[in-house]
């Protein structure tokens, strides 16, 4: 079974610049969440689809991240403009059953200059 | 206001102890405890879970116990190899379905030391 595939691993960027990334799940997963983490601290979560509806957004900064998940499959997160503090790994994972917890992709690291 | 928290930022053991890794909750709501293991630049990966039905999960060398009373959890690595140094992150859950998504702690790094 394939993993789930993030792109980029890296990307540097300067502030107020915009930045895209891009996820795609694990066949057949339902459930996708984009989680932000920060250096020293646990995944934050970002946003929940099941299919290509939003489950929970409550902790997105709407402001300037957005994100979509066309046809129930991939999913990109956008930022824009990216602030400092955007500066973190942001983590896609995706889920068929509970007791499995998730699958987590191998994350892209973003620096914001 | 962290409902999943991991006192011990880092954890060093010698190979072949007992690695012991600590967690506690503060949501009553939560009903279904995970485990996972991050090596760098990686994503995180799924270790061993259990549900709030239960006390004690084992999965080989390794064992969580759940105290629901003191809302705290706890990882057993018994006997601690070398590859076992990485981050650990305690997760916890409250409902499922649509409803399921994880709440992480900030983790902990256990080194083991040859």
């Known amino acids: 079974e394939a993993g789930v595939a993030q792109s980029p691993r890296y990307k540097i960027i300067e502030k107020r610049q915009s930045v895209a990334f891009w996820c795609n799940p694990i066949s057949g997963h339902a459930t996708l969440y984009w989680y932000q983490q920060i250096l020293g601290q646990g995944p934050k979560l970002l946003i929940q689809f099941q299919n290509n509806g939003v489950v929970d957004d409550s902790q997105l900064p709407k402001d300037r991240f957005s994100a979509e998940r066309l046809k129930g499959v991939d999913s990109t997160l956008k930022i824009q403009p990216a602030k400092l503090e955007d500066s973190a790994v942001y983590l896609c994972a995706s889920s068929a059953r509970r007791n499995y917890g998730y699958t987590f992709g191998s994350g892209t690291r973003l620096t914001v200059v | 206001d962290q409902q999943v928290k991991q006192n011990s930022p880092s954890l060093s053991v010698q190979e072949g102890r007992i690695s012991i890794l600590n967690c506690d909750y503060t949501?009553?709501?939560?009903?279904?405890f995970l485990w996972y293991k991050k090596y760098p630049a990686e994503g995180p990966t799924f270790l061993i879970s259990i549900s709030s039905i239960k006390d004690k999960n084992e999965d080989g060398r390794f064992t969580v116990f759940l105290n629901k009373s003191a809302k705290h959890l706890s990882l057993h690595i018994v006997p601690s190899q070398p590859g076992d140094s990485a981050v650990y992150f305690c997760?916890?859950?409250?409902?499922?379905?649509?409803?399921?998504?994880?709440?992480f702690g900030k983790g902990t790094l256990l080194t083991v030391n040859p």
């Open positions: 949501n009553s709501m939560f009903d279904y």
């Open positions: 997760a916890a859950s409250a409902g499922g379905g649509s409803n399921y998504k994880l709440t």
